[in-house]
Antibody, heavy 117, light 109 residues
């Protein structure tokens, strides 16, 4: 059973870069699509983007200019960076796996990131 | 790109049947798979329907999915409602990017 665990700072200052890592256990990262999704408090889900294990990425156009997703197969991890954050980036951030581009079949528990000075 | 529109909330009594719609704004709903997630408060979303009508193992057959090309919408139907079904439900589809519906709060009262 694949398990995913997000980690990273829970507080980021405005204009700085948000950085999160998702560690995959119970399976190899060298297959499948690996996504980031976020959910502002009390609001709905927003897909941020995915990376294929080979390194090719696909981003939500609304965030593309500020987002980078990378993969480290040696550590079975993938990461998210969001630059120039504002309060609007405050959200629970989830990582997820999809066996196809259109699937999100395993999710992490999520981590709350607050943007505040 | 397209949007997926869901009703903000629905409510029904235990034992009844409820249907949640998900309407695609442009392009055909039948062109790309639709998936449905259940999210209980404080928890991560879990899949209840994938690829239009498939149920993951462990999801009861009270949950079913369908596509209606005439209304360009997908539907999640939950029959024999239980209080444990009370949750937020999201539809999702992929057409070059993944798109989520705004979510529907289901109240079972």
């Amino acid at each position: 059973q694949v398990q995913l665990q997000e980690s990273g700072p829970g507080l980021v200052k405005p204009s700085e870069t948000l950085s999160l890592t998702c560690t995959v256990s119970g399976g190899s990262i060298s297959t499948s699509y690996w996504s980031w999704i976020r959910q502002p408090p009390g609001k709905g889900l927003e897909w941020i983007g995915y990376i294929y294990y080979s390194g090719s990425a696909n981003y939500n156009p609304s965030l593309k200019s500020r987002v980078t997703i990378s993969v480290d197969t040696s550590k079975n991890q993938f990461s998210l960076k969001v630059s120039s954050v504002t309060a609007a980036d405050t959200a629970v951030y989830y990582c997820a796996r999809g066996s196809r581009e259109w699937l999100l079949d395993y999710w992490g528990q999520g981590t709350l990131v607050t943007v505040s000075s | 790109n397209f949007m997926l529109t869901q009703p903000h909330s629905v409510s029904e009594s235990p034992g009844k049947t409820v249907t949640i719609s998900c309407t695609r704004s442009s392009g055909s709903i039948a062109s790309n798979y639709v998936h449905w997630f259940q999210q209980r408060p404080g928890s991560s979303p879990t899949t209840v329907i994938y690829e239009d009508y498939q149920r993951p193992s462990g999801v009861p057959d009270r949950f079913s999915g369908s596509i209606d090309s005439s209304s360009n919408s997908a539907s999640l139907t939950i029959s024999g409602l239980k209080t444990e079904d009370e949750a937020d439900y999201y539809c999702q589809s992929y057409d070059s990017i993944n798109v989520f519906g705004g979510g529907t709060k289901l109240t079972v009262l």
